[in-house]
């Protein structure tokens, strides 16, 4: 008998390339607001669920007794919404899904953000040292950095009071084969006019989210655990610091970057998961493009 997984905002981005790798290996319960045109995809029952009522996720996720459930249905960014709105959707959404799955016994891996250390401000912090790590303070600016960190907030304590693990996801900017939004920026820069750039030009690949995902699910730990998510290097293909420099003016006293590796840690990740980010754009970029079939 085959576990189950759950996953939310399955018709999105991240959440159908996850759907569409584990339905496989897992009896795939796919979360969405709406359903696709086509229900008819083996491995995967589609549910159509509005995350913010409370009644309708604990039904769906008790019901269906999943071993895992990976949360990434939230609003992903406050550009075509009101900061409280996102707000609102983002905490109440994450807040009723992971409570769920904490006492339908099963574990938790969900999306939180980069954005809570600061570095999207209006006029982008630049951090305090590098690489940037977990244990780096948060700086959340807008309502939807604020939920993220509500978000973890909640998956410490549905670990603290149910039986079960939760990996809290700090990913970068997700790219996808076939359409990086990444070149253009990359085509336009120069280090006369480099500017703030909010997360320090880093990005990662969504087959390196999705692996991250399986890692979670595969790898035992114990309580909840935060972990950065990004790709190997910048997207510029020059040196790290020296882009940082010339956008920032400055570099922190601690900084500790080689090359054109990424101005984050993933370190914790290799530790406590076994992780490490495999695509890098010089290779990805090019890639044919691919989807789910179902969206």
């Known amino acids: 008998m085959r576990d189950?997984?759950?996953?939310?905002g399955a018709?999105?981005?991240?959440?159908?390339?996850?759907?569409?790798?584990?339905?496989?290996?897992?009896?795939?319960?796919?979360?969405?607001?709406?359903?696709?045109?086509?229900?008819?995809?083996d491995g995967v029952s589609?549910?159509?669920?509005e995350l913010t009522d409370q009644g309708s996720i604990f039904e769906t996720i008790l019901d269906a007794d999943p071993a895992t459930v990976v949360h990434f249905g939230n609003i992903p960014h406050e550009e075509n919404h009101a900061g409280g709105d996102v707000y609102e959707n983002n905490v109440l959404s994450?807040?009723?899904?992971?409570?769920?799955?904490?006492?339908?016994?099963?574990?938790?891996?969900?999306?939180?953000?980069?954005?809570?250390?600061?570095?999207?401000?209006?006029?982008?912090?630049?951090p305090e040292s590098f690489p940037v790590?977990?244990?780096?303070?948060?700086k959340p600016w807008n309502g939807y950095e604020t939920s993220k960190l509500a978000g973890e907030a909640a998956a410490e304590?549905?670990?603290?009071a149910f039986d079960v693990s939760a990996v809290s996801i700090r990913s970068s900017w997700i790219q996808y084969p076939g359409r990086y939004e990444i070149t253009s920026i990359r085509e336009q820069f120069d280090f006369q006019n480099a500017g703030r750039f909010g997360n320090l030009w880093s990005y990662i690949d969504v087959r390196d989210v999705v692996s991250l995902v399986r890692k979670a699910i595969e790898e035992a730990?114990?309580?909840?655990?935060?972990v950065n998510a990004f790709g190997p290097d910048n997207f510029l293909g020059v040196e790290t610091a020296e882009a940082i420099e010339a956008g920032f003016g400055h570099l922190p006293d601690d900084c500790d970057l080689s090359g054109e590796?990424?101005?984050?840690?993933?370190?914790?990740?290799?530790?406590?998961?076994?992780?490490?980010?495999?695509?890098?754009?010089?290779?990805?970029?090019?890639?044919?493009p691919r989807r789910p079939s179902f969206v």
């Open 133 to 138: 790590t977990e244990e780096h303070p948060v």
């Open 46 to 49: 589609f549910q159509a669920v």
């Open 261 to 288: 590796e990424s101005a984050y840690s993933t370190t914790k990740a290799e530790s406590i998961l076994g992780w490490e980010p495999t695509h890098s754009w010089k290779s990805a970029e090019n890639d044919s």
């Open 94 to 126: 994450t807040f009723h899904t992971l409570e769920a799955a904490g006492r339908a016994g099963a574990d938790i891996v969900w999306a939180s953000s980069e954005t809570v250390y600061g570095t999207h401000w209006p006029e982008p912090e630049l």
């Open 157 to 160: 304590r549905v670990t603290n």
């Open 11 to 41: 018709l999105g981005g991240s959440g159908s390339w996850i759907v569409d790798e584990f339905r496989d290996e897992y009896d795939v319960v796919a979360i969405d607001r709406t359903l696709p045109e086509s229900l008819d995809v």
């Open 4 to 8: 189950t997984v759950v996953v939310t």
């Open 221 to 226: 730990i114990d309580g909840h655990e935060v």
